[in-house]
């Protein structure tokens, strides 16, 4: 269990990332820290690790603080987002390495033979005798990824450490890492960019924004439930369609479409709506084809196809929404489509982005 | 055929040069060796002056002495220098001022060091002697006695030599990637294993330049010798080098034959002294 509480860190020139971030980690999960660049995700890993100091705040390991245990006393394996191989050392030294230093040090041939594994899990068997300028960036990611493995640490951090595979590489490989931290109870912390990632591959996602934890859930929960508009707008692809609507006795009333109250589920009601003007969150996939009750009727604009779905592109009070239906339906550009709503799975924010449906 | 022309066209200047300066005289010197010492009534005269210079004994002296010199200051400052770097790349805080300080030796001209060395190591009023004398150790006569005179060369020679490494070391450690000492730290590599295994295997690229540009100052050392010992080679010789053996032959006995065939055998040695060099160098970093 990982807990951090309170976590402050100012650089050098007064530049504030970490805002008092708080986060917690059960034993042999796997968590995928998702938010923007520079938000500070990288930061905190260093200071997971023990290689920055924050400014306030604490880490504790099963209870205990860890603020002043150095980082080879962490039992952490840490990946970097610049990982760095070893230029002079061959593929096997580079994942040799860790092993033949600290105070667990195994003896050559036990070191090799670790390492083996660990190779042939990231695929690298081709490659053992190469210098890592002699390899792909994907596949000295692999070699990275290997050498934090092969330490089979309690703890295990990976900043971005797929950014450089291709799509099918990388899909086997975090295949490969979840299958890997999970029968070996690794606690892990995956940093990623790709959202996608993240909500396939953890069993919770922490979103950081402006120094903070904003939510921290599993991936349905983060996905279904978003604690605010900034992680509704942040999750899902292609993103939320939001409007902003004016609240009008029972019902939100805005140029093309209005929404009735009543119609909404009143237990999902997180608080009163006080205000004049809301946002309405409604996802592509929640605006339904409904020839027979439709909300309201518009002209497709453009047509993306991804696959099973195709994005439609519509325009709706001025702007452009979008709504996701089967391929096989054969809507083409120009067709007039009915739309309705599933009133089920809209949200509601209030205009400084507070949940209140 | 016409690009090669223009090629030949452009190149001519720094040929021109290259050959005026650099190849001619070398021919000469190659040409005069084999010819008698008087410079206005010159023949040819076979391998004499080579027989002359090669069953010399102070030519055996000053060879072994260039080689004691180069063995001792070569591996010598190197260690002091990479040592030096090493702590100072540590020390972020006053890097550059220690940098500085150090490099200084470097810039400043031979001959003014070597005064300031004469001064040092003065027997009756120099500071090393006085300083010794605080552990109670008798005053070592640095610059008069024959049995001392190579070695006061030698910490001479270290002590110059260190300004230039630490300089190149420290810009080569400055470009060695952080993350390689992050990930080690967090392995747990100790900082004896981190430098062992991580930094001097990515230096050997530039410590195989400097052992070969020391190398081939240490084996033509002369200034030093002719400032600290005051215009001499040490009492009675002895610490003539080989470049002061060919200075000697030249401007003082005159025998300008000799000299040249000197010079020929002194540049052959570095010669093939720097293939061998470079071979076992490029088998260590190849591997
Ligand atoms: N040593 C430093 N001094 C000052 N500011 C820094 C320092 N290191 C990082 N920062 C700043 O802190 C912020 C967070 O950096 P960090 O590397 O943690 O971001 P990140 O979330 O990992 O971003 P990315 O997803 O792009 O990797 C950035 O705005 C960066 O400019
Ligand atoms: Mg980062």
Known sequence: MIKIENLHKVFDNKYEVLKGLNLSINEGELLCLLGASGCGKSTLLNILAGLMQPTSGDIKFEGCSVLNTPPKDRDIALVFQNYALYPHMTVLENVMFPLRVGKNRLSKEQAKKRAYEYIEVTKLEKFINKRPHKLSGGQQQSVAIAAALVQEPKILLLDEPLNNLDATLRLKIREEIRILVKSMNITTIFVTHDQEEALSLSDKIALVQDGHVVQLDSPQEIYLEPANLFVAKFMGNPSMNLFIMRKQGNRLISNDFKIDLKLLTPSKFKDELFEEDFFVGIRPEYFLIAPNAPVFTTNIIQKELVGKDCILHFKLNKKVAKIIVSTNSRVVEGNKISVGIDYNNIHIFTIDGRRVY | ?287
């Open chain 2, 1 to 287: 055929m016409r690009k090669s022309l223009k090629a030949w066209f452009l190149l001519s200047p720094a040929l021109i040069i290259i050959i005026l300066f650099n190849l001619l005289p070398l021919a000469r010197t190659v040409f005069l060796s084999f010819q008698s010492s008087s410079l206005n009534n010159s023949h040819f005269i076979g391998l004499e002056n080579y027989i002359t210079v090669l069953t010399d004994s102070r030519f055996h002296q000053a060879i072994y002495n260039t080689a004691i010199y180069a063995l001792a200051v070569v591996p010598i400052g190197l260690i002091i220098s990479l040592i030096i770097a090493a702590i100072l790349y540590d020390f972020k805080k006053f890097q550059v001022v220690f940098e500085v300080i150090f490099f200084m030796p470097y810039i400043i001209s031979t001959v003014a060091k070597g005064s300031i060395f004469r001064l040092l190591l003065n027997e009756d009023y120099g500071i090393i002697n006085n300083i010794l004398g605080w552990f109670n150790i008798m005053p070592i006569n640095f610059l008069d006695d024959p049995e001392i005179a190579l070695l006061t060369i030698i910490i001479f020679g270290i002590w110059s030599s260190l300004g230039f490494n630490i300089v190149i070391l420290l810009s080569g450690l400055r470009n060695l990637n952080s993350q390689y000492y992050k990930m080690a730290s967090v392995c747990g590599a100790n900082k004896f294993q981190q430098f062992w295994l991580i930094t001097l295997p990515q230096l050997l690229p530039i410590i195989t330049f400097l052992l070969t540009v020391n190398c081939i100052n240490s084996f033509r050392i002369y200034t030093e010798v002719y400032t600290i010992f005051n215009g001499k080679a040490g009492i009675g010789y002895s610490a003539i080098t080989a470049v002061y053996y060919i200075y000697d032959k030249f401007y003082v006995v005159n025998r300008y034959g000799e000299g040249m065939a000197a010079a020929v055998i002194l540049f052959m040695l570095i010669l093939i002294f720097t293939i061998i060099q470079n071979l076992i160098l490029r088998k260590l970093t190849r591997r």
